[in-house]
């Protein structure tokens, strides 16, 4: 005798209901990462007034070549720099947010050699980059990470990476720091200066610092790198450039890491950035014989060249020039410039 027919309707629904649960499982699986939100800014072209929104992100493609699938853990927050982002030709209607991250890698492509799946990670997006760090899961080429040693948190990780590469860059590729060596770095309580504070310490320099505020000062004070000493600058009536001069005998300090500084006469700058920040005159005053300046003041060469125009215009100095060169002799006036023979600057006249 067979299966009576509703044992029969029972068994089709049953089956019916688990492809169905599947396919719904399935969806909801897809529709998760189709919907996976970034952050993401965009400039008001009539003020330039940034927004910043969520936007939901495409599926990623699929892991290949030297590329990682990267779950992030931490991203860290740093100021995005527009006017750079705009002369680099890199304006879009909507521009990735978060570019220092710290996280597991998910997957891997077919030529990448330094990953694998399930290591940690860290690293800094390149500003092409058309994954937001501010997403669950990014696509990164291996290049742009490292592994994360254990003791260091995820928060550390992404925290410390891109303030860590500038003050590396700056002290020690850009300035030689060595031992023994005197260090000026504004705004120490930053995060950049807390960080290059630690650092130049840690390669025996004897380091001085400025505060901006009580609460800047005692957070130095707190470091647990010795500074030389802490600048109070917070009230505007300590001259920098005097202090750096006492406390080296005089002979300057050699290495100096700005936080921005007065390019322009008093009447021109902001009243918060003359409390504040040094004029360039006084990091010249305050540098020793063969000292390095590290700048994050932009135009600042600008600035120094349009100096140096005005002065040669008002007599301060005059070039020794030789006799103008006509480009015919360049040849061989450049071969006597090479060889270092002669005295007077040559210049080629067209």
């Known amino acids: 005798m067979g299966v009576p027919s509703d044992f029969e309707g029972a068994g089709s629904l049953q089956k019916d209901w688990k492809v169905a649960v599947a396919k719904a499982l399935a969806v909801g699986a897809a529709w998760r990462q189709v919907t996976m939100k970034g952050l993401y800014f965009q400039q008001s072209s009539t003020n330039g007034e940034i927004t910043f929104v969520f936007q939901e992100k495409e599926n990623l493609p699929i892991t290949e070549d030297n590329f990682v699938k990267l779950q992030v853990k931490a991203c860290a927050l740093s100021q995005i720099n527009t006017k750079l982002l705009a002369e680099m030709k ?10 220092e991250v710290a996280g597991i890698v998910l997957d891997v492509g077919t030529k990448v050699s330094f990953f694998q ?11 092409d980059s058309e994954d937001p760090g501010l997403c669950e899961v990014i ?16 928060t550390e990780a992404a925290g410390a990476i891109r303030d860590g590469v500038r003050a590396y860059t700056a002290l020690h590729y850009l300035s030689h720091l060595s031992p023994g060596k005197s260090v000026l770095i504004m705004d120490g309580a930053s995060a950049f200066g807390t960080i290059a504070i630690q650092l130049a310490h840690h390669r025996g320099a004897k380091v001085i610092s400025t505060a901006y ?10 470091l647990r790198s010795s500074i030389a000493r802490v600048i109070d600058v ?6 920098v450039a005097e202090s750096c001069l006492e406390e080296t005998g005089g002979l300057g300090v050699d290495i100096v890491l700005d936080a921005g500084v007065r390019l322009y006469s008093k009447d021109d700058e902001p009243a918060v950035k003359l409390q504040l920040l040094p004029h360039k005159h006084d990091i010249i005053t305050l540098l020793g014989v063969g000292g390095h300046w590290i700048t994050t003041e932009e135009s600042l060469q600008l600035r120094i060249l349009k100096d140096v125009m005005e002065k040669l215009s008002a007599g301060v100095f005059r070039p020794q020039l030789d006799e103008p060169i006509p480009l015919y002799e360049a040849k061989v006036s450049m ?7 002669g005295r007077k600057k040559q210049v080629v006249q067209f």
């Open 90 to 99: 890199m304006e879009k209607d909507f521009f990735p947010v978060g570019r």
């Open 117 to 127: 799946p399930d290591d940690e990670v860290v690293g800094i997006l390149p500003l």
């Open 139 to 154: 696509r990164v080429h291996e290049h742009y990470l490292v592994h994360k040693p254990e003791k260091v948190t995820w």
């Open 213 to 222: 505020s009580l609460e800047d000062k005692q957070c130095l004070e707190r």
């Open 234 to 239: 917070s009230n505007g009536k300590v001259d």
């Open 335 to 341: 071969e006597v410039v090479q060889k270092n023979q």
